[in-house]
């Protein structure tokens, strides 16, 4: 069973940082390729980040050097710390399965099951 769960977010000034954490279930953390979109008001999803098949992570240009993922095999759970956010970071950012054929399809926005979400606000 697909489970996923978001937490982490918040408010915080330009310039600083956040780590948000997804919870997954053991059966998603093991079987299943993950990534992480966000989803602004009005605009449409987009892929933040995602995992290929040959164990790389790739990051959107929009987060890349700023964004980075990292994970904790023992409590299941995928991390995403975003450092030097922006104003145009805010959104509701998700924790994702990945489809097949997996590699790349996070930049597409392709997703299979996600979380709830944690809102993340970058604002002066």
């Known amino acids: 069973q697909v489970q996923l769960v978001e937490s982490g977010g918040g408010s915080v000034q330009p310039g600083g940082s956040l780590r948000l954490s997804c919870a997954a279930s053991?059966?998603?953390?093991?079987?299943?390729?993950m990534g992480w979109f966000r989803q602004a008001p009005g605009k449409e999803r987009e892929g933040v980040a995602g995992?290929?098949?040959?164990?790389?992570?790739n990051y959107a240009d929009s987060v890349k050097g700023r964004f980075t993922i990292s994970q904790d095999d023992a409590k299941n759970t995928l991390y995403l710390e975003m450092n030097s956010l922006k104003p145009e970071d805010t959104a509701i950012y998700h924790c994702?399965?990945?489809?097949?054929?997996?590699?790349?399809?996070?930049?597409?926005?392709?997703?299979?099951?996600w979380g709830q979400g944690t809102q993340v606000t970058v604002s002066s």
């Open positions: 994702a399965t990945l489809p097949p054929p997996y590699s790349g399809v996070w930049a597409l926005g392709r997703f299979g099951d």
């Open positions: 995992r290929d098949t040959e164990g790389s992570t």
């Open positions: 053991e059966y998603t953390y093991t079987t299943q390729y």
